[in-house]
């Protein structure tokens, strides 16, 4: 038997964490209940408008960046020296 592989994303955490927020969300990102499950469990990337409203409703707690496998980002070296110099 395999253990389950579920990730757990930034959404699911804060929908589960927010239950009262949690009710009426897909209506209010204008999906379906079961496009939100798939976001929920990293299954799909919302696409744009469904991205934004998610952004909205999390007071941006779920960000965009949250779909994606995304390496923490830091400025160019140039930027930081430029930074540094001020």
Excluded: C, H, W
Aim: hydrophobic fraction near 35%; charged fraction near 35%.
């Amino acid at each position: 038997m395999f253990a389950s592989m579920a990730k757990t994303t930034k959404l699911d955490k804060f929908l589960e964490d927010n239950p009262e927020v949690a009710k009426g969300f897909a209506g209010r990102i204008k999906v379906t209940r079961q496009a939100l499950s798939r976001y929920r469990a990293g299954e799909r990337i919302p696409e744009r408008e469904p991205m934004q409203a998610i952004y909205v409703e999390t007071d941006g707690e779920v960000d965009p960046n949250s779909f994606y496998d995304l390496p923490a980002l830091r400025p160019a070296p140039k930027r930081r020296e430029a930074a540094a110099a001020r």
